[in-house]
């Protein structure tokens, strides 16, 4: 069974700051990987999709990786803002039948200004 | 402008009473979906449908109902029978399934049942 996992659960760094997200899946046998904001009380937006033949996608000062192998996702964000501060979900597409994608419980960020 | 669109945002009821939350779509999407989300546990599917007419039971089914008339409409019934009710219930949908799409969120309704 497909499980996905973000640790930490929360995050505060202080403006300015690099900083990297991260997302682990049990199982490689994925289609894809997505990357998502949320603010308190929103709905998810959809930060970058990795697709399971990609090693990365870029989107301004985000840039999400993908490690098949070794179950791995990280989502680094350049130059962190206080409008950066959110929930992040990582979500997966499992290979199979079903059409159920696997979401992690998500890391809430906090950047100090 | 194309998305998805909920309502309402905020929803109250009394216990033993059935409610619906609306969920509209204009991206001309085959696939939608009804997640909900509590704290502290992330987001659980209810229901999915992936073509009008045709839908199935998620992971936490029990105590809900959906109907698939139009392409463009996935309207959730929350019954009686769901024995915790409050929650953030978050509408999605992407542009078919069983593909690597990419899936997209309405803006969540909050019901509370007292």
């Known amino acids: 069974k497909q499980e996905v996992t973000q640790i930490p659960a929360a995050l505060s760094v202080p403006e300015g700051e690099n900083l990297v997200l991260n997302c682990s899946f049990t199982d490689s046998a994925i289609y894809n990987l997505q990357w998502f904001r949320q603010d308190p009380g929103k709905g998810l937006t959809s930060l970058l999709l990795?697709?399971?033949?990609?090693r990365e996608q870029t989107s301004g000062r985000l840039n999400a990786s993908l490690d098949k192998s070794s179950g791995r996702s990280t989502l680094y964000i350049a130059a962190s803002q206080p409008g950066d501060s959110a929930t992040y979900l990582c979500?997966?597409?499992?290979?199979?039948?079903?059409?159920?994608?696997?979401f992690g419980k998500g890391t809430r960020l906090h950047i100090l200004p | 402008d194309g998305g998805i669109t909920q309502s309402p945002k905020y929803l109250f009821r009394k216990e033993g009473q059935n409610v619906t939350l609306s969920c509209e779509q204009n991206l001309n999407h085959d696939a939608m979906y009804w997640y909900r989300q509590d704290p502290g546990q992330g987001l659980r599917l209810i229901y999915y449908s992936q073509i009008v007419n045709d839908f199935q039971k998620g992971d936490i089914a029990e105590g809900y109902s959906v109907s698939r008339e139009k392409k463009e409409s996935f309207p959730l019934t929350v019954t009686s029978a769901q024995k915790n009710p409050t929650a953030f219930y978050l509408c999605?949908?992407?542009?078919?399934?069983?593909?690597?799409?990419?899936?997209?969120f309405g803006p969540g309704t909050r019901l509370t049942v007292t």
């Open positions: 999605a949908s992407s542009i078919g399934s069983g593909q690597p799409y990419e899936q997209y």
């Open positions: 990795i697709q399971s033949s990609q």
């Open positions: 979500a997966v597409r499992p290979r199979n039948r079903d059409d159920k994608i696997i």
